[in-house]
């Protein structure tokens, strides 16, 4: 009985952490969707307490590295901070063109 017990128990734990994967996974897309919103009524600074909030849930998430980058590069005025995130993206996955990461050097 021990023996099935400590398996169910591991079985609990692992679908219990799951879900919670879950959970950041919703958070993160409700956080970019609601700095993409702020973004477009040109909240920027409320836009970039969003992703970084999104960041800290998953630091290495592409778009919320690109968009975070694009926020820097278009609207703050931060090229170093731009190139800094927009090449974090590229590594982890997103797809930055060459030339914009040109243009903001």
Same mark, same amino acid.
């Given at each position: 009985k021990e023996v099935g017990t400590i398996h169910t128990n591991e079985r609990d734990t692992e679908r219990e952490r799951e879900r919670e994967r879950e959970r950041e996974r919703e958070t993160?897309?409700?956080?970019?969707?609601i700095a993409v919103s702020l973004s477009l009524v040109v909240q920027f600074e409320l836009a970039k307490d969003m992703y970084e909030r999104a960041l800290k849930l998953n630091p290495t998430h592409p778009k919320v590295l690109q968009q975070l980058g694009w926020?820097?590069?278009?609207?703050? *005025?931060?090229? &170093?901070?731009?190139?800094?995130?927009?090449?974090?993206? =590229? &590594?982890? *996955?997103?797809?930055?063109?060459?030339? =914009?990461?040109?243009?903001?050097s």
């Open positions: 993160t897309s409700t956080l970019i969707s926020l820097y590069h278009h609207y703050m *005025g931060n090229q &170093e901070v731009a190139i800094r995130y927009l090449t974090h993206s =590229v &590594e982890n *996955g997103s797809f930055v063109d060459s030339h =914009v990461l040109h243009h903001c």
